[in-house]
């Protein structure tokens, strides 16, 4: 399995970098190796559903799934393919139930990527087959929210001057461009009362996280 790539397109998504995720994640889609194009697939709906693409990423999995009809979809894909169709109306409740059974399962042996306030559970590679699995979720605090993009980076500087590494994320709202300064979290409650401490108002967001600017 070519885990380089695939680590670097999982990288990709967790910097917020769309494109090179994409380019990366294609050419897995198409390898003959299914482990490794089930994961190319990951990254590519994953890059696809972040950026407000559902649509696309449940295209591009209706076409994997016709060329390889007698392929059983891992855990990781279908945890991908359900969380996409829940943006797609047309997608039935039966479809949504066979994601759900798979989902139900909970395989051993996975490690997390981790990826805009997510985790992703993927295979870990042979030579790790013996390690425990790790499970880690990260919260997405956002501590504020800025019409003027000079004002988000100047909040983010700050935070990285105390010991954060913030993100900001550019968001249309109303027809005026945001930009939304965030942190992620492994542990939410704790981290919120350290930003607390130091004078910000953070809080728990949830939904899907469009367009990085930096």
Known sequence: MPQ???KAAFLALDL?????A???AEPLVHSADLSAAQLGLVALMRS???????????SAFETWRQQHP???LTWNLAWEAFHCAEHIPSVSLAEMNRFQAILNTRPEGVAVYLQRGQAERLPVPPALAGTSPVRRTLAVLQLGVFRD???AKNEAQRLRSQGWQPQIIKSLQAGFDLYLVQVLSGNPQKDQKKLKALG???YSRQGLLPDPEE
Request: glycine content about 4%; charged content about 30%; overall charge positive.
């Open 149 to 151: 993009q000079e004002n």
């Open 70 to 72: 007698q392929c059983p």
């Open 16 to 20: 917020g970098r769309w494109d090179m």
């Open 200 to 202: 910000y108002e953070p």
């Open 22 to 24: 994409q380019t990366l």
């Open 48 to 58: 696809y559903r972040l950026t407000n693409r559902a649509r696309d990423a449940w």
């Open 4 to 6: 380089p790539r695939i």
